[in-house]
């Protein structure tokens, strides 16, 4: 059973431009939460999603950041217009139905801003 | 809201050291407590955890128990080897309510041990 898959693993974009950061989660994961990490500090939660819904984005900035789980693909968080403060690590974590708190984490995205 | 506060690091040490990371956190309800590992480059991995109050978790050596007098989970392990350095993540999962999905991390404490 592969563990939760995301890429790319580094992304490069220069201001004004879009990341797309993919992730998906383990077989038979229907949960899906992203975490960011600035440098020097620890992950903050960012956005939880079931397939087809949104069920927690209190940590998502209001502006620019966007996420999807849809009913087949992967989850997408969507970053519009990077700015450098947007340079960070992005994990992706997935947990079997209901949720909860036995969340398994991807390798990361690290996305750096020119 | 919830919150976990770690020990600063980063924390040196020498192989067979003892190795003690404080935890301690603020939440509401009877929240589960964690570990996680994180090693150079990789994403964060599960070490242990406690779902109630005096529960010890433990790997791999590695141990920790719920105090919710203290509201503490400071991970200890008796011998460190060359290869436990990493950062590692104190965590809490809230019991519900708007917590509910959220893992909280604390800032996370870098683990050096030298040969």
């Known amino acids: 059973n592969a563990g939760v898959m995301q890429n790319p693993r580094h992304l490069v974009r220069r201001r004004g431009q879009e990341a797309r950061l993919r992730c998906s989660p383990m077989k038979g994961h229907s949960h899906v939460y992203w975490y960011r990490q600035l440098p020097e500090e620890g992950l903050k939660f960012m956005v939880y999603?079931?397939?087809?819904?949104?069920?927690?984005e209190s940590g998502m900035p209001k502006e620019r950041f966007s996420a999807e789980f849809p009913k087949e693909g992967p989850s997408i968080l969507r970053i519009q217009q990077v700015v450098r403060g947007d340079s960070a690590a992005y994990f992706c974590?997935?947990?079997?139905?209901?949720?909860?708190?036995?969340?398994?984490f991807g390798p990361g995205t690290r996305l750096t801003v020119l | 809201g919830n919150s976990v506060t770690q020990m600063e690091g980063p924390v040196t040490l020498s192989e067979e050291a003892f190795l003690t990371i404080n935890c301690t956190y603020t939440a509401t309800g009877y929240p589960s407590l964690f570990w996680y590992v994180q090693y150079p480059g990789e994403g964060l991995q599960l070490l242990l955890k406690a779902t109630k109050a005096d529960d010890k978790g433990s790997n791999k050596g590695f141990e920790a128990t719920y105090r919710k007098e203290t509201t503490s989970f400071h991970l200890e392990k008796g011998s460190v080897q060359v290869s436990d350095s990493a950062v590692y993540f104190c965590g809490l999962y809230g019991s519900g309510g708007t917590s509910y999905g959220k893992l909280t991390f604390g800032q996370g404490t870098i683990l050096t041990v030298h040969p």
């Open positions: 999603l079931q397939k087809e819904n949104i069920i927690d």
């Open positions: 974590a997935s947990s079997p139905p209901p949720g909860g708190n036995e969340q398994f």
